[in-house]
């Protein structure tokens, strides 16, 4: 039987997990619980999963795991996300794991029933950039078409700051989104998300 984990105990879970993924931490699930998500968590050994559950219309509810499930999950954790899922009505599990693409994974994922989805949730791939040393390290760690692109912008004016103004950044990236043809949150939607994550 799956063990069901409540925030606390789905925390004390991820401090074992360097590696987890921010969509898998008890914050992101609180942030999505106020946006109408049902959040489980489940875990089994050194594997885990939050899960987010979404009514959608005719009554259908779908569950997810963003960036996740957590540790060598595949395929003993399935019966454990088969039943959770179940249990809260989903019709169907949508799986975004962590990492690049790996043909390998994906066909382990296909040969367990899953499809792959003309449609991703989370952007496909992130980028990391270790921002030890000074500026120019920095610079020097990049491709030299990146360091190219930097300066020119700076010469163009583009300049970067610490900056906490919710409701500009909330309508920046509404009018950014509608520009450039994606979704976006309500401006409301990053102000709940800075107060969940932002340091007291």
């Known amino acids: ?30 942030l999505k619980a ?34 996740g499930p957590i540790g060598d999950w595949l395929p003993d954790l399935l019966p454990d996300l088969d039943t959770v899922c179940r249990g809260a009505g989903a019709f169907a599990l949508k799986i975004e794991p962590d990492g690049p ?3 390998g994974l994906a066909a382990d994922l296909q040969a367990h029933g899953f499809r792959p989805s003309p449609h991703s949730i989370q952007p496909r791939r992130s980028l990391i950039v270790d921002l030890r040393g000074s500026e120019e390290d920095v610079l020097a760690r990049m491709h030299q078409k990146t360091r190219y692109n930097i300066r ?33 949150h309500q401006p409301s939607y990053y102000a709940d998300a800075f107060d969940h994550f932002h340091p007291l």
């Not at 991820?14 to 931490?25: G, I, N, T, V, Y």
């Not at 939050?50 to 009514?55: A, C, E, T």
């Open 34 to 67: 106020g946006y109408g998500w049902e959040i489980l968590r489940v875990a089994s050994g050194d594997a885990g999963a939050q899960v987010l559950v979404r009514r959608l219309p005719l009554g259908l509810r779908l569950a997810y795991v963003p960036m």
């Open 101 to 103: 693409e790996d043909p």
């Open 152 to 184: 020119l912008a700076a010469k163009n004016g583009v300049t970067t700051r610490t900056w906490d103004d919710l409701a500009t950044f909330g309508q920046m990236m509404q009018q950014t989104a509608a520009r450039n043809g994606f979704g976006a």
């Open 1 to 30: 039987m799956p063990s069901h984990l409540d925030r606390d105990s789905w925390g004390n879970f991820l401090s074992r997990c360097p590696e987890a993924h921010l969509l898998q931490s008890s914050a992101w699930g609180e």
